[in-house]
């Protein structure tokens, strides 16, 4: 249904998306993920048409976006992260405008009614726009990406400023709608991807650096050597027999499982088992072990780990700067 080939955007010297390609199946939901920068909206900007590639084609149901764009834009619905709304007209007055602008054949009243109730906005369909909650005002621009019932969906940020009512309300809808739409789905906020997607596309620095179901991802990134144990003792000694180990890397303690009882995740050098070690040096201190087991990555260490190559450092980082700023006697 899309198809991206060797798509690039180029600003002078400057590549804001370089060579990229992937496609997106009939009734698949893709999450598109990227941190600010790397090329995210650019390439969705090109697959909807609003700015062209400087090489490579986009795809939208067989058809160019370039070569025949108002063929190829009968079949998106997009949902920019702020929706292209007019903001002194009431709900009903700014979809009419829209059905009109897209030249739907579907009736129009029945049509518009059913988008306002699956939206859930019947209810403020005619009050002003500029009148409405941020939170109304993003489901009303949801509602114009699905007028004429496009078989592309495109949706930049769709759940800014709902609430987290509003938020599973949006996500159980998005996932109703990819059985019957090809759906993109950019989004800030990783849970939700994980959640509404069936595959994920990274790009980070105009480049795809991973494309795959969200299970893979965590399968093929994680390894044997990462480790959550939870021991009993003081967790400034623990750490320390940790961090003695042969072929430990880093040892994060990461919160108090009960009283007394500290988790800790561990990084061990590529290629070593650090378990049976790990058991013997806490045994021989009398420090029980409650649990040890390997340590998947989640959605957010995966994101870290494809766009800036470190799960930990980028915390690390912060912390150090609020110890200096503390030192200091706060922020001024």
Do not use: W
């Amino acid at each position: 249904m899309i198809e991206v080939k060797n798509l690039s955007k180029h600003y002078g010297s400057k590549v804001a998306v370089d060579n990229i390609s992937f496609t997106v199946e009939e009734g698949e939901i893709l999450g598109f993920l990227g941190p600010n920068g790397a090329g995210k909206s650019t390439t969705m900007n090109m697959l909807t048409g609003y700015i062209s590639s400087t090489e490579g084609n986009a795809m939208i149901n067989g058809v160019d976006i370039l070569e025949n764009p108002i063929k190829a834009k009968a079949d998106i619905g997009y949902l920019p992260e702020k929706p292209p709304l007019y903001p002194d007209m009431t709900v009903s007055e700014y979809l009419k405008f829209v059905y009109n602008l897209k030249k739907c054949k579907l009736p129009m009243k029945s049509h518009l009614g059913e988008i306002c109730e699956l939206i859930k906005i019947t209810d403020v369909k005619d009050r002003l726009i500029r009148n409405l909650s941020k939170g109304y005002q993003q489901r009303v621009g949801f509602a114009q990406a699905l007028v004429g019932n496009p078989k592309v969906l495109i949706l930049d940020e769709p759940t800014v400023g709902l609430d987290p009512k509003q938020i599973i309300e949006i996500r159980t809808l998005i996932k109703r709608l990819g059985k019957n739409h090809t759906v993109i789905l950019s989004s800030h906020i990783l849970p939700e991807v994980q959640a509404v997607c069936d595959r994920i596309v990274v790009i980070n620095k105009g480049k795809i650096v991973a494309n795959d179901k969200t299970e893979n991802l965590a399968r093929n990134l994680s390894a044997d050597h990462r480790l959550i144990v939870q021991v009993e003792g003081s967790d400034s000694e623990v750490k320390k027999i940790l961090e003695g180990i042969s072929g430990m890397d880093r040892v994060v303690v990461t919160r108090e499982a009960e009283k007394g009882v500290f988790e800790y995740h561990l990084d061990a050098k590529e290629g070593v088992d650090v378990r049976r070690e790990v058991s013997k040096k806490l045994m021989a201190r009398n420090y029980p072990i409650l649990l040890m087991k390997s340590n998947e990555l989640t959605l957010e260490e995966i994101f870290l780990k494809l766009t800036t190559g470190d799960i930990y450092g980028q915390a690390d980082k912060f912390e150090k700067q609020m110890d200096k700023i503390e030192k200091r006697g706060g922020l001024n």
